[in-house]
């Protein structure tokens, strides 16, 4: 399938959030101070959004390009040494 799937329901709420915000937005423009103020937070959340946004790819290509630049660690298990670990309790003898 090539695009998502939308619901009318989710297209619907989309369409009234917008609206909302368009009329909280003339409201601000005809000077009222509460409309100026949650335009200005709704602006600020939107600007956050999108610094938060672009600093995590940032660091992203960074880590996948210095990534490509190191040697991949061999896989080895932590608990294991050079040797195997003392024995506390020596194994029985077979005597046959």
């Known amino acids: 399938m090539l695009l998502p799937r939308f619901s009318i329901r989710l297209i619907l ?3 009234a959030i917008c609206a909302i915000v ?3 937005g003339a409201h601000a423009v005809e000077g009222k ?3 100026m103020g ?3 937070s709704v602006g600020f959340l939107v600007a956050a959004t999108f610094c938060y946004v672009g600093l ?3 660091g992203w290509i960074i880590s996948s390009v210095f990534g490509l630049v190191r040697v991949p660690d ?3 298990s932590p608990f294991a040494g ?3 670990p003392p024995q506390i309790i020596e194994p029985p003898q ?3």
């Open 38 to 40: 949650v335009i200005a």
């Open 22 to 24: 368009a009329y909280v």
């Open 13 to 15: 709420g989309f369409t």
């Open 33 to 35: 101070a509460w409309a």
């Open 74 to 76: 061999r896989p080895h």
């Open 82 to 84: 050079a040797s195997p």
């Open 56 to 58: 995590f790819l940032l």
């Open 94 to 96: 077979d005597s046959l």
